[in-house]
Structure formats: C-alpha cells, structure tokens
C-alpha cells in the first residue's frame, strides 16, 4: 500500500489536548477538570458483518441518539475471554536546562539509560544546532544537576553524561523531579504540559518503568471499569512494551514496504503466554488493548497460533495486507493521519472498513490522539 491512501483532513480542534473530563468554575472563577478516563467515545467496527457502531441500542434494538461510551465495551466481550494489556511505565522524560555561558533554554528529552555507573544517557535535544560535544547543560538555577554533551548520535541526538555524584536511584530521584510528562509534539506545540499529566498521561496497571510516551489505549481504562470487567469474568495478561517514539517519526517514502520503525523493547513472560494460549485452547477471544501490544503479540506468535515467551526487540511494521496470527479482537484509538498506529489499526479491520470508519469519526466529532476517543473491532 501507499502512504497517500491514508492520508485525510483532520480538524486542529479534534485533536484532543486533554483526557476526557467536565469543568467546573470554582467560586473564586477559577476553572477545575475532572477527568473520567472511561468517558471517552467508543465506536465497534464489526469487520466480518462489515458495519460500524457509535449509538446506543434502545429495548427494541434500534439506534438511540447516545454515542456508545468506553464503558460499553464490556457488552462485546463473554466470560472467560482474555485481554492483553501493556503494562510499561512512563517516566517524566521531557527536561529544560540552559546552556552554560548563553543561558540559551534546551529542551532535553531522555529516551534510554545507557550505563548506570557513568550516568549516561541517550537524549534529544532541541535545538539541536546549538549543542555540541563538550557543552555543559544545566537544570537547576543553583542546584547540582548538571550534564555533559559527550556524543552526537543522529541529528538531534546526543549522549550525555550527567555528573553528580550520589547513589544511582537518588540521582533517578533527582533527575524525574525536574522532568515533565512527554506527552507527544501535537499536545506541548498548543499547550504546556501541567500537573495531571504525569497522572493522566500514565495507565492505571503501569509498573515497568521504561516508556517514553504512553501505551494510549490503556489510558482509557479506569479502576471502575476493570473492577467491572473482573465481575464479568475477563482476563488480565500483561506484557511490556517500552514504548518509544518511533511511532511518530513520520513516513518519508510513498511505498510503506520501505519504511523502517523504530525498535522497542518488548518483554512476554511466561504467565502472560500461558493465560492467553489457554484462552485460544478454549476457543475464546483474546483482545489486544493497543497497536503497542499488537505489534509486541505479532512479534512472538508461533505458525501454531500460540503466543511464545519474549524478551528482546522488535521493529515490526504492520500494514495492510496483514494476517494477525494471535489475537481476534483489538482496541485502538483514532489516530493522526499517515501514522504507523491508524495503518496497524487497517491491517486488522480491513482498509476501507477503517477509512470509512475514520471519515464517520471526522464526521461525527471524535477526538483523536493519545487524549481521544477509541475504536473496537471485534472478530465478529
């Protein structure tokens, strides 16, 4: 396929820069927001009956004017089907130092530890033309947090090592406090980043410390929710996918088989494998909550249809025409045009069941983004 096929116009005003929420005006005029992650929308593409959802079902069956919910996707799952989630956590990667003698504000955005020892690490630095090799950066007015330009690594990367002197997980500590939730290019450009964001822009299962942006998925899901979905008999299995940034690195070539992702690193533990592959045995659904946990599924689903232990890298690229060899319903958001995210979400639910899917979406409201609404597409 083209990249051109999946381009379409999508209003600055439906990108979503927050989560689902209300707001208050406080007795002062001051404005609050709840937040209600489960509250976004939920459109079900039904790729076999070759239909698409959005309303509320009345007694009799027929369309209401209510647009179906996040919530609601507890009525296309039975008991005893499994979900997939993605429990990597996200670590305040997005600093602001100043460049020593200039005082010229550098925006630094941390992607891995290197060594744990020298206190290296790999970054990305804006701007880029104003760092070089030997630059000092430093975060605090007065405080010890200072680091080192050592390498150039791409045209905005560097290595830098950091150079203060304490115990490593004290200098974690230290390093997370000055930093900021990453949230992506599209939300920071229109506003900064604010307090919830480290809560908001994190799901409420994450516990392997290691992404640099959100699985955007598992966002949606609420203590609520699962509690609900527990009731029902659902499964949970978790893997990790520490999920980088190469999903918004845009496509530069027209003919997708030419493009090259960005690596991530996945772990599938045992548990995770046995949970799943005792549910296809069963001849139920396994659900993959997010195209981080497709891709990561993809990569280590055996020719028997069965999910095998993982823990390496991987930089598979899923586009239409793709056969899944594992899952058989996925939950994804509305992406932005011409990205990686919308074009897995195509290969599962066919392209042009998607496209129009999309269209109704531009259509019709729909947020998109890591903040906005989400699509189901069961196997059905």
Same mark, same amino acid.
């Given at each position: 396929?083209?990249?051109?096929?999946?381009?379409?116009?999508?209003?600055?005003?439906?990108?979503?820069?927050?989560?689902?929420?209300?707001?208050?005006?406080?007795?002062?005029?001051?404005?609050?927001?709840?937040?209600?992650?489960?509250?976004?929308?939920?459109?079900?593409?039904?790729?076999?009956?070759?239909?698409?959802?959005?309303? &509320?079902?009345? !007694? #009799?069956?027929? *369309?209401?004017?209510? /647009?179906? @919910?996040?919530?609601?996707?507890?009525?296309?799952?039975?008991?005893?089907?499994?979900?997939?989630?993605?429990?990597?956590?996200?670590?305040?990667?997005?600093?602001?130092?100043?460049?020593?003698?200039?005082?010229?504000?550098?925006?630094?955005?941390?992607?891995?530890?290197?060594?744990?020892?020298?206190?290296?690490?790999?970054?990305?630095?804006?701007?880029?033309?104003?760092?070089?090799?030997?630059?000092?950066?430093?975060?605090?007015?007065?405080?010890?947090?200072?680091?080192?330009?050592?390498?150039?690594?791409?045209?905005?990367?560097?290595?830098?090592?950091?150079?203060?002197?304490?115990?490593?997980?004290?200098?974690?500590?230290?390093?997370?406090?000055?930093?900021?939730?990453?949230?992506?290019?599209?939300?920071?450009? &229109?506003?900064? !980043? #604010?307090?919830? *964001?480290?809560?908001? /822009?994190? @799901?409420?299962?994450?516990?392997?410390?290691?992404?640099?942006?959100?699985?955007?998925?598992?966002?949606?899901?609420?203590?609520?929710?699962?509690?609900?979905?527990?009731?029902?008999?659902?499964?949970?299995?978790?893997?990790?996918?520490?999920?980088?940034?190469?999903?918004?690195?845009?496509?530069?070539?027209?003919?997708?088989?030419?493009?090259?992702?960005?690596?991530?690193?996945?772990?599938?533990?045992?548990?995770?494998?046995?949970?799943?592959?005792?549910?296809?045995?069963?001849?139920?659904?396994?659900?993959?909550?997010?195209?981080?946990?497709?891709?990561?599924?993809?990569?280590?689903?055996?020719?028997?249809?069965?999910?095998?232990?993982?823990?390496?890298?991987?930089?598979?690229?899923?586009?239409?025409?793709?056969?899944?060899?594992?899952?058989?319903?996925?939950?994804?958001?509305?992406?932005?045009?011409?990205?990686?995210?919308?074009?897995?979400?195509?290969?599962?639910?066919?392209?042009?069941?998607?496209?129009?899917?999309?269209?109704?979406?531009?259509?019709?409201?729909?947020?998109?983004?890591?903040?906005?609404?989400?699509?189901?597409?069961?196997?059905?």
């Amino acid at each position: 396929m083209k990249l051109s096929q999946f381009r379409f116009k999508l209003p600055e005003e439906q990108v979503a820069l927050y989560p689902p929420h209300r707001t208050f005006k406080n007795e002062d005029g001051t404005e609050e927001r709840v937040f209600s992650r489960d509250q976004s929308r939920l459109m079900v593409v039904h790729r076999k009956r070759q239909t698409i959802e959005m309303f &509320r079902k009345d !007694a #009799d069956g027929n *369309d209401t004017d209510q /647009f179906l @919910t996040f919530r609601d996707l507890v009525n296309y799952f039975d008991e005893g089907d499994t979900f997939i989630f993605n429990d990597t956590k996200v670590f305040p990667a997005r600093l602001y130092g100043t460049k020593e003698k200039t005082d010229a504000q550098i925006e630094v955005f941390l992607l891995r530890e290197l060594n744990e020892e020298l206190r290296l690490w790999d970054v990305l630095v804006e701007p880029a033309r104003k760092i070089r090799i030997g630059n000092k950066l430093f975060f605090e007015e007065d405080g010890p947090m200072v680091a080192e330009v050592i390498d150039n690594t791409t045209s905005r990367g560097r290595t830098l090592r950091f150079l203060y002197d304490c115990e490593h997980e004290e200098f974690k500590r230290e390093l997370f406090a000055l930093g900021e939730a990453p949230l992506p290019r599209y939300i920071v450009d &229109r506003r900064p !980043a #604010d307090a919830d *964001d480290m809560e908001n /822009f994190q @799901t409420i299962f994450a516990r392997n410390e290691g992404a640099v942006t959100a699985p955007a998925t598992g966002l949606h899901f609420s203590r609520e929710l699962m509690k609900m979905m527990e009731i029902r008999g659902f499964n949970f299995a978790y893997l990790t996918v520490h999920c980088g940034l190469g999903c918004f690195d845009p496509i530069e070539v027209e003919d997708l088989t030419k493009h090259k992702m960005g690596s991530e690193q996945v772990i599938i533990p045992d548990e995770c494998c046995r949970l799943v592959n005792e549910t296809k045995e069963q001849g139920r659904r396994v659900c993959a909550v997010g195209v981080s946990t497709a891709r990561a599924t993809e990569s280590s689903v055996g020719t028997d249809g069965m999910l095998k232990p993982f823990d390496s890298w991987t930089n598979k690229f899923i586009f239409p025409p793709y056969d899944f060899g594992l899952s058989n319903a996925l939950i994804a958001n509305f992406y932005h045009p011409e990205s990686t995210m919308m074009m897995l979400t195509a290969a599962f639910g066919g392209y042009e069941l998607i496209y129009e899917a999309y269209e109704l979406a531009v259509k019709n409201g729909y947020m998109f983004g890591c903040y906005g609404d989400a699509l189901l597409i069961p196997d059905d």
